[in-house]
């Protein structure tokens, strides 16, 4: 299953390498409302980067995330990270009729796909008139390994929860933004950065589509080892201390600083990546997401060091909350909660 059908009212459900996060929505009068969310973490080894090593540990975290949201919704909408995914938009002939474009793109995919067609997942769906000529259309062609999409269906079934959408990362996040968010219409080219767990990516917006994604192995997890290795702190007990801030004097200079600057380098990285990819313009606006974006002054840091105009994304500045989502917590935890806000967009839009 990897669909881009649109379905009513679903769970989004981000599963990346340190927690699974969850979030539903409503829309009604014009207004979009938060009506769910929780937070699970996930146990030291159950994902590593990206990939799901175990699905028992994730589904086990599933169960408690929809406990804690008290969500009466059990159909849901899953993400593939991009970096294992093959996402092309190809030209097709406009002429060929709905009923056999399935077998033509099913043709052509082959020659995108470095995998055996049996051992893929893929879907498709038709942009629109291609700007190469007006007898073509573009067709958005997404696939990857069925493995990538099992294990991930057997933690959420594990839960109890019916998977209606498996969607790739970037796609949630250009509907997120597409939808929620004015300042890709506003800009011509945007790039977020999302800071997570194990892994940092970007993708980069132009005129609201995301033309560039990419991922690096660097995240908070690495902050967090530093703290045990220097303060000789149980993994758990570091990653407390990190978020409550209760640790000795010298670590902002000693250990924050150090990191901070490794995340500049970072965000450098991928905007040379992105140079070196591209003939068009500069980024004119950088946001930045994921736990990491938290850290104080690091959107101030990026901007110094890159002269482009950086602030956290808050896709939710205009959504209203349910009463029984805690306001102050779910602030906390914004700059997590791009995916499964996008994910859950696709039963809404």
Known sequence: ?????????????????????????????????????????????????????????????????LKQSRTKTRHCALGIPSSMAVNKVIAMPASIPASEMEAQVTLEAEQYIPYPMEEVNFDFEILGPSSQSPEMVDVLLAATRTENVEIRLAAAEMAGLTVDIIDLESHAIELL????????????????????????????????????????????????????QRYGLPYSEAGLAKKNGNLPEGYIPEVLDPFRENMVRQ???????????????????????????????????????????????????????????????????????????????????
């Open 1 to 65: 299953m990897f669909s881009f059908n649109k379905k009513g009212g679903l769970l989004g459900i981000d599963i990346s390498s340190s927690a699974v996060k969850l979030i539903e929505l409503s829309y009604k009068g014009g207004t979009y409302r938060v009506d769910s969310y929780g937070v699970a973490s996930l146990p030291e080894g159950a994902a590593y980067e990206r990939d799901i090593v175990e699905a028992d540990p994730v589904g086990e975290a599933i169960k408690r995330v």
């Open 177 to 228: 933004f597409s939808t929620l968010v004015d300042d890709v219409s506003r800009h011509s080219t945007v790039a977020l950065v999302d800071f997570g767990s194990s892994m940092t990516g970007v993708n980069v917006f132009e005129k609201g589509r995301v033309v560039f994604s990419r991922e690096q192995a660097f995240g908070g997890k690495q902050l967090t080892e530093e703290i045990m």
């Open 267 to 349: 965000v450098q990285r991928f905007l040379q990546f992105y140079h070196a990819s591209t003939q068009q313009g500069s980024v004119d606006k950088i946001l930045l997401s994921g736990g990491c974006a938290s850290i104080p002054g690091i959107d101030e840091q990026i901007q110094d060091a890159t002269g482009i105009s950086t602030t956290l994304a808050n896709p939710f500045s205009d959504i209203v909350l349910n009463s029984r989502v805690n306001p102050a917590r779910f602030t906390s935890d914004i700059p997590a909660m791009l995916v499964s806000t996008g994910l859950a967009l696709r039963g809404l839009t």
